[in-house]
């Protein structure tokens, strides 16, 4: 898997288990539904900022987020 998808995955498990929408994360970001989809389904690559606000969002670290133990 390569760290796009594997970005994308925990990044989908932390909003699951938060019970946040991607809808809800989609307008905190500025962006719409669809495009945030692609974060999860690592079609796109999160930059600097969108990862330090979604862990802090989420309650992860990075650490968590790209799956290192």
């Known amino acids: 898997m390569d760290i796009a998808k594997k970005v994308g995955e925990n990044l989908r498990l932390a909003r699951k288990e938060k019970g946040i929408t991607q809808t809800q994360l989609a307008k905190e970001l500025k962006k719409y539904q669809p495009d945030?989809?692609?974060?999860?389904?690592?079609?796109?690559?999160?930059?600097?900022?969108?990862?330090?606000?979604?862990?802090?969002?989420?309650?992860?670290?990075?650490?968590?987020?790209?799956?290192?133990?």
């Open 36 to 69: 945030y989809s692609e974060y999860e389904t690592g079609k796109v690559e999160l930059d600097y900022e969108k990862i330090v606000y979604l862990c802090r969002r989420l309650e992860i670290t990075p650490n968590d987020l790209f799956g290192f133990d």
